[in-house]
């Protein structure tokens, strides 16, 4: 089911350029090349099948119209050996704390703008910084509980930050599920393989909840609290939810009381400790912020204020993963931390800038472009893969305002097996790895790896027609390598 796989000029996280297994993908390897394609087609369809009993699912959006679809899960895993995670984990954690620290002096002594490491217009004309929360301190000083960092490879093989998701990233009980269901319907997989496991992980999520209390408070109480059944993410948040032992809550379950918010219970009501919200910021309270939205809490934010509750994710913490201050990360971790970036950023241009802005629109056509607003593969353009009139509607876009903008070159994402029937085709993929802050800052071992299905497309969305694989972080190296 090889013969007809294409390596291409890009990195292949399975094959070596002779076409060989890399070590530690060699027992896998040599187990998909003695399976029966029609046993391996039946098992694949009874995954599938297994996601959508589970009501795994996710809303692709298309023409104004949502349609729920289960998520595509595709049975050849990523595998990071244990050198290479170490290393890895090691430039997360020092990103994160650069980006944490970021956030807090943003909203309290801004020294970094201070300073001209990052222009100050940057922060104040973003739509995601807000100046209802500025100078509230928080809980070990932690504007970050969860964070989504998007890491790809390029054609090197050398692991940059695509992306930083710090106010609601989701997927992780994707995660958990492609896992399950990888185990239930794949378990010989893993007979040489050391995995690390994920079964210790919801108890690391609801301790870094618990350390963000207010006061220290031992015991508190910690509820989610989303939107609805209608959202497209609703699926993670009751997983979530279940798996860490917390309330899962809408905006109507919450009341503000003195300044302290209170939880609708049988029994009356309940204080609430931390709020692990789900909803953007502007629909949080209707009294701070979208004075329609029926999905938060009127007074949530003065209460917060008050210190008498914990919303984690921080509020306005979408200034630090905005696209345009992506450029800005391996600043700040050199301004705070006194350190080199471990992992990199991919080349980014700023078209605020006339220099960098004359050099993008003449080479649109090699460029990836994208709204600093816009997310989820959404409203950017790909220049090797538009057309001429998509390119000059877009140039059109980027000349009404460039400053909300930013380009960069075309990443060769590595790639990896999938799945195809009667064969296996290389296909894009990414990674979305979990970080957790609170006590201390821990890193999920794995992560989500999304793949782009459609042969030749680099856009690995789920939304936009991509799908999930396991992600397997070894212990040691495999058995027989």
Known sequence: MFNSYKLGEFFDEM???????????????????????????????????????????????????GMERTMPFDFVPKIIPP?????????????????????????????????????????VNCQHFFEQVAGIDLPRRQHIFMAGIDLIRDDTGEYRVLEDNLR?????????????????????????????????????????MASLAPQNKSNPTIVLLTPGIHNSAYYDHSYIAQRSG?????????????????????????????????????????????????LGVPGLVDAYRAGNVSIINGIGNGVADDKAIYHFVPDMIRYYLNEEPLVKN????????????????????????????????????????????EIEAYRKQILKNPSEFIAQPTIKLSRLPAFKGDRFAACHIDLRVFIF?????????????????????????????????????????????
């Open 15 to 65: 094959l070596q350029k002779d076409r060989l297994p890399r070590d530690y993908c060699r027992p896998f390897h040599e187990r998909l090349n003695v399976v029966d394609s029609r046993d391996l087609q039946e098992r694949y369809e009874l995954a599938q099948s297994d996601f959508l009993r589970q009501g795994i699912t996710f809303t692709v959006y298309s023409e104004n119209e």
């Open 83 to 123: 050198d290479e995670w170490a290393e890895l984990e090691r430039g997360l954690m020092q990103r994160f704390d650069a980006l944490n620290a970021f956030l807090d002096d943003v909203y309290h002594e801004q020294q970094i703008l201070k300073d001209g490491v990052i222009p100050r217009d940057l922060i």
């Open 168 to 208: 609601n990233p989701s997927g992780l009980s994707y995660v958990f599920q492609n896992r399950y269901v990888m185990r239930k319907v794949y378990p010989e997989f893993f007979n040489q393989y050391s995995v690390q496991s994920l079964e210790q992980q919801f108890s690391y999520l609801h301790s870094s």
């Open 246 to 294: 917390v309330e899962l809550v809408e905006g109507r379950d919450l009341v503000v009381r003195d300044r302290e918010v209170f939880m609708k219970t049988a029994r009356g009501l309940k204080q609430v400790d931390v709020i692990y919200r789900r909803i953007d910021d502007e629909f949080l309270d209707p009294l701070e912020f979208r004075e329609d939205s029926l």
């Open 346 to 389: 991919v080349k980014t241009y700023l078209l605020r800038y006339e220099d960098q802005l004359e050099y993008v629109l003449d080479h649109l056509s090699e460029l990836v472009v994208k709204h600093t607003n816009a997310s989820g593969g959404y409203n950017m353009l790909i220049g090797p893969h538009a057309s001429e009139e």
């Open 437 to 481: 802050g609170g006590e201390k800052t821990h890193v999920f071992p794995g992560g989500l790896t999304r793949v782009a299905l459609k042969e030749g497309s680099l856009v690995v969305n789920s939304s936009q027609g991509g799908g999930a694989k396991d992600t397997w972080v070894l212990e040691e190296s495999p058995v027989n390598v």
